[in-house]
Structure formats: structure tokens, C-alpha cells
């Protein structure tokens, strides 16, 4: 990427807690790592140990399954009085400004708004991650209850593309076209009630360069292109990712780097006046969690260190992890807020925050190459 080097950065301190809500999904995408958990229809009455993330009968998977030691089967968290105490009591042991609703999909919540509204009354941004096929049903009283933003994973602009990443009980394209409508009466009924946009693309290789600019195309005005560098081949995803720039004359204009997670971007702006983002991963690691994990190194670790997130297990407490890669490291929420890692956490984010002001706002900036993206659904 050009001249990244030269851009000035804007860092950000890592104030967001990401809580998988639900694991309901109406998609059946090939790559889908489910927030680190089993699919929870799938493994109903299986015990930790028997849990398997290869498509049972709903055809989803959850692709670190094998071998990120879950132990428990995610639950739907209700909206209720459990729910705010579990909310304060993280906010209360670690700085929280944001909490990211995730799934499974979060808008086949019944209890969306009344989440939001938790969250809300908490003092908290409430954001969500969707693939927008139920957005339009749940948006005006999501809205309503205090939704903030929608970021929405797109994975296709035609049927054709959207069924190749399907399981096969979904690769439909018939199907596949009423997601796709789905998805833009989300975007008009999001647009339609101030909840901010983005629309997330992952971009695998210069096959993928039509899809996105298509994308940029046809939602480009009404909601903000995130594209995300792939896991798989980062070097031919960051080829593509250049192409796609080049070819709309899109001018980098900052950096904006999350401090104490993995999380960083360039900003572009389009000739139009437009935005477009390029969204990565920094190889970041805690620093005594991450230190001896036999996934720390360049090749196995693909999401670095990427944040704090809350799950409710099946008939059990509220769990929280730190990585969907190590799910063996998920603790109780009792146990985490007197945790160690908890502070290690908080600590880490500071001591980041600091570092990079310093780095940032007396150096040059180091030249940098997104170097790989987090999976799609982020």
C-alpha cells in the first residue's frame, strides 16, 4: 500500500466488549469460526469433548473447533436483570465505553432491543455484526432502543457468489437471492432510521476485485466499504486490495490503530468524496497469556490478540474469553474479574495506548503492510 508510511495516525484505545448473543444463524458460510464456540443446534446434549464443528444438520461449522478446546455450548442471553449485572460487573473491572453484539446473528434475537436497552442504560455505544438477512423486521425498534451502528458482513453481490461460500443444504442460489434483498432492505432500513453502516468485504484475491467494486457500486453511497485482508494468502488478498484502490483512485489519508487489540485500518477517501477502509490485523499478543501458547507464531495465530469477549454457556454462568482460537482460556466471569488476565488485559491496553501515542506522536511512522485480516463476521 502507498505511502502508508507518511499518513498520520490516529490511535485508539481498546474500549469495546464483543458479547455473542446468540448462535442462531439463517447462513451456512464455509469459514465461519462462530465466535470460537460449537454450533449450538448441532451439539445439543453432547457433553465438552464430543462437540464437533463439522455441519451437522443445520451445515454450519465453526472452523477453530478441532482444536481450540470450547468446553461449553453457548447459550441465547436473555434480556434481563443476569444480563445488566454481567454487563457492569465487566465494565466495572475493565474500562468499557462499547459493547459489539455478535452471533450466530444477532438481529434473529427476539430480545434485540431490549439488550440494547441494557446496554444503553449502562452508558454504553451498542453496535452489531449481521449478514443483514432479518435487519429490516428488527431495525426501526433496534433504533428505537439505541442501536448505534450495524457493521454487515457482505459475501457476495450476486447469488452465484453468495451460494459458492455456502454449505451445501444452502448453496442455493434462489436462496441466496433473497439474502441478498435482505441485505439491502437492512441497509435502506438502517439508513432510514441514523443507524451508521459499514459494510465489511473480505477480498481472498484479484478474483474477488470485480465483487468488491461492485459492492462499492451499488452500496457504496449509503454505507461505508470495510475490506478485509483474508487469513488464507494475505499476499495475494493485499494484491487485490491495492488493485481495487488503484482502480478507483482512492487517496490513504490516516491511519487509525486500536491500542491494546489487534484492530487497524487506513482511511481512504474516493474521489467522490467517499470513504473506504482497509481493514487488518497487527501481530499483537498479551504478554504473559499469549507468551508460551503453542499458536503464537505468524502462521497459526491469525487473529493476534483481538479483544475481550462474553459468552452465556448452555444452563451455566457467563464465560470470558480472550481468544476464539484458545477457547480452553475462557474463564467464568466471577473468576475473570479477579483475574490476573483481567488485569493483564487492562494493563496491556494502557501500556499500548501510551506506547503507540509516544511512537506515533514524535516519530516517523514505521512503514506497514496490512498484514493479514480477521475472518469474515468481525
Known amino acids: 500500500m502507498h505511502h502508508l508510511s507518511d499518513l498520520p495516525v490516529e490511535v485508539r484505545p481498546d474500549r469495546t466488549l464483543r458479547v455473542k448473543i446468540i448462535d442462531a444463524c439463517g447462513l451456512a458460510c464455509s469459514f465461519c469460526h462462530n465466535e470460537g464456540t460449537p454450533v449450538a443446534t448441532d451439539n445439543a446434549g453432547r457433553s465438552a469433548g464430543e462437540f464437533t464443528g463439522t455441519p451437522g444438520l443445520s451445515g454450519r461449522v465453526s472452523i477453530y473447533l478441532k482444536t481450540n478446546g470450547a468446553d461449553f455450548l453457548p447459550a441465547r442471553i436473555p434480556a434481563d436483570p443476569d444480563f445488566a449485572l454481567a454487563l457492569a460487573a465487566v465494565r466495572g473491572s475493565l474500562p468499557t465505553s462499547e459493547v459489539h453484539f455478535t452471533g450466530g446473528e444477532p438481529t434473529l434475537h427476539p430480545e434485540l432491543p431490549g439488550l440494547i436497552r441494557i446496554a444503553r442504560r449502562l452508558g454504553l455505544t451498542v453496535g452489531l455484526t449481521s449478514n443483514g438477512e432479518n435487519g429490516a423486521a428488527v431495525i426501526p425498534e433496534a433504533a428505537a432502543a439505541g442501536l448505534d451502528r450495524i457493521n454487515l458482513s457482505v459475501f457476495g453481490t450476486t447469488p452465484e457468489e453468495l451460494a459458492a461460500v455456502q454449505g451445501p443444504r444452502l448453496a442455493s442460489p434462489k436462496l441466496a437471492a433473497r439474502k441478498l434483498d435482505a441485505l439491502t432492505r437492512t441497509i435502506e432500513t438502517s439508513r432510514a432510521h441514523g443507524i451508521k453502516v459499514s459494510a465489511n468485504i473480505v477480498i481472498p484475491d484479484r478474483n474477488h476485485v470485480e465483487r468488491v467494486l461492485r459492492i462499492i457500486e451499488q452500496h457504496g453511497r449509503s454505507v461505508v466499504v470495510r475490506m478485509l485482508v483474508s487469513l488464507e494468502n494475505d499476499g495475494a488478498s493485499l494484491a487485490a486490495m491495492q488493485e481495487v484502490v488503484d482502480h478507483l483512485g482512492a487517496v490513504p489519508v490516516r491511519r487509525i490503530v486500536t491500542a491494546g487489540a489487534s484492530d487497524q485500518r487506513v482511511r481512504y477517501q474516493l474521489p467522490d468524496g467517499r470513504t473506504l477502509y482497509a481493514k487488518s490485523i497487527r501481530p499483537v499478543r498479551l504478554p504473559e497469556t499469549c507468551a508460551d501458547c503453542r499458536f503464537n507464531n505468524p502462521d497459526d495465530c491469525q487473529e493476534g490478540y483481538y479483544g475481550v469477549r462474553m459468552y452465556r454457556a448452555t ?43 509516544r511512537l506515533y506522536g514524535t516519530a516517523a511512522v514505521p512503514p506497514v503492510s496490512p498484514v493479514s485480516s480477521h475472518p469474515p463476521g468481525n
Open 315 to 357: 444452563d451455566g454462568p457467563f464465560m470470558v474469553g480472550v481468544c476464539i482460537q484458545r477457547m480452553d482460556l475462557c474463564m467464568t466471569l466471577g473468576e475473570f474479574v479477579m483475574s490476573r488476565r483481567c488485569r493483564e488485559v487492562a494493563a496491556f491496553r494502557d501500556d499500548e495506548a501510551a506506547r503507540l501515542t
